[in-house]
């Protein structure tokens, strides 16, 4: 296990829990929070500066050594997408990006042939792509071939807290992926970012279930232990399942049969 | 006086200005600022030389919290 890395685009990563920035009470919160969730990959937005409400610089609560995803959030359409991208890069953030294109304000749910074309765009624009989608193995597989780093599938509503709904298609993705799956959105619970890394996935993206806790700080360390605890259940291997109970002690020789 | 916009705001520019005086202007410090002018991104290595003219539409941004 101790070499058990998470490499995307032939980069390493010990931790295959990456986490926003959103949501939180504040920038110290969320630095304590993201310290306690051993993220190091770690998303950010990207918004024009409003003049009249000053805020600090995020990225000075962020310790160098987590690498910050930019988002494309805020994109409706590809072109949308990839202007935000190329700003962002322009201006110093890294080369990676998280490509979301969301038309859609009531479910947020990602628009699936904007995304594609954003994708073969910033893959010859000499990106890392990590698009947000849903979990249609087939537009993965497109992704892929694309370019594209991983394919990061939704697990229920953006902050939705609603858990592995998705379930049946994401472990479809997983079998058939050779890029790094990561779960992304809509986990609520600990259990359920074990859950998917048992049955495979790479890696989990939690925003929303760790910032809107009672206290994000210890829920940043539960997710940390769940999603380690989930992806040593996946390199042990589970037993399977079995229709019919067996017994963990002996049969014979039964004290109470002689 | 010649003038641009930045972010939508009508910015009145000195003589010569170049992004990296309009930054200091609007005092907008942090390790990213990011801007675009007439809808295509300045590199940040550029900012020192490219100079702002009549008309131009400036946007400036900065990474901000979100998932």
Redesign the interface.
């Given at each position: 296990m101790t070499d058990d890395e998470l490499i995307i685009a032939g980069r390493s990563f010990h931790s295959r829990l990456i986490t926003?920035?959103?949501?939180?009470a504040s920038?110290a919160q969320?630095a304590e929070a993201i310290d306690a969730s051993g993220a190091e990959l770690v998303?950010?937005?990207?918004?024009?500066?409003?003049?009249d409400e000053r805020?600090g610089?995020?990225?000075?609560f962020l310790p160098e050594s987590v690498l910050?995803l930019?988002?494309t959030?805020g994109a409706e359409t590809a072109d949308e997408a990839v202007?935000i991208a190329?700003?962002?890069?322009?201006?110093?953030?890294p080369t990676w990006i998280k490509l979301e294109v969301i038309p859609d304000p009531r479910n947020l749910l990602p628009d699936p042939l904007e995304t594609l074309r954003a994708a073969e765009t910033l893959v010859a624009d000499g990106f890392t792509v990590l698009p947000y989608m849903f979990p249609d193995p087939v537009l993965a597989r497109r992704l892929e071939e694309a370019g594209c780093a991983t394919v990061m599938p939704l697990a229920a509503p953006?902050?939705s807290g609603r858990g592995l709904k998705l379930r049946e298609a994401i472990r479809i993705m997983i079998e058939e992926a050779r890029v790094p799956v990561i779960v992304d959105?809509g986990l609520g619970a600990p259990s359920e970012a074990a859950e998917a890394m048992e049955f495979g996935a790479d890696a989990v993206?939690v925003?929303?279930a760790i910032a809107r806790a009672a206290d994000p700080v210890l829920m940043a360390a539960a997710f940390r232990q769940a999603v380690e605890a989930g992806r040593r259940a996946f390199c042990a291997g589970l037993m399977g399942e079995r229709r019919d109970a067996e017994a963990s002690s002996p049969l014979a020789a039964s004290i109470a049969g002689s | 006086m010649s003038h641009c916009t930045v972010n939508g705001r009508r910015h009145q520019l000195e003589e010569g200005e170049t992004v990296a005086r309009l930054l200091e202007r609007l005092g907008v410090a942090g390790r990213y600022a990011l801007v675009e002018r007439n809808r295509e991104p300045v590199e940040r290595s550029r900012y020192e030389e490219v100079k702002l003219g009549e008309g131009d539409r400036i946007i400036v941004a900065r990474p901000v919290a979100g998932g």
């Amino acid at each position: 296990m101790t070499d058990d890395e998470l490499i995307i685009a032939g980069r390493s990563f010990h931790s295959r829990l990456i986490t926003g920035t959103g949501k939180y009470a504040s920038f110290a919160q969320m630095a304590e929070a993201i310290d306690a969730s051993g993220a190091e990959l770690v998303t950010v937005a990207v918004r024009r500066v409003d003049f009249d409400e000053r805020t600090g610089d995020i990225t000075s609560f962020l310790p160098e050594s987590v690498l910050l995803l930019p988002n494309t959030s805020g994109a409706e359409t590809a072109d949308e997408a990839v202007r935000i991208a190329r700003l962002a890069r322009a201006g110093g953030l890294p080369t990676w990006i998280k490509l979301e294109v969301i038309p859609d304000p009531r479910n947020l749910l990602p628009d699936p042939l904007e995304t594609l074309r954003a994708a073969e765009t910033l893959v010859a624009d000499g990106f890392t792509v990590l698009p947000y989608m849903f979990p249609d193995p087939v537009l993965a597989r497109r992704l892929e071939e694309a370019g594209c780093a991983t394919v990061m599938p939704l697990a229920a509503p953006i902050g939705s807290g609603r858990g592995l709904k998705l379930r049946e298609a994401i472990r479809i993705m997983i079998e058939e992926a050779r890029v790094p799956v990561i779960v992304d959105a809509g986990l609520g619970a600990p259990s359920e970012a074990a859950e998917a890394m048992e049955f495979g996935a790479d890696a989990v993206l939690v925003n929303t279930a760790i910032a809107r806790a009672a206290d994000p700080v210890l829920m940043a360390a539960a997710f940390r232990q769940a999603v380690e605890a989930g992806r040593r259940a996946f390199c042990a291997g589970l037993m399977g399942e079995r229709r019919d109970a067996e017994a963990s002690s002996p049969l014979a020789a039964s004290i109470a049969g002689s | 006086m010649s003038h641009c916009t930045v972010n939508g705001r009508r910015h009145q520019l000195e003589e010569g200005e170049t992004v990296a005086r309009l930054l200091e202007r609007l005092g907008v410090a942090g390790r990213y600022a990011l801007v675009e002018r007439n809808r295509e991104p300045v590199e940040r290595s550029r900012y020192e030389e490219v100079k702002l003219g009549e008309g131009d539409r400036i946007i400036v941004a900065r990474p901000v919290a979100g998932g």
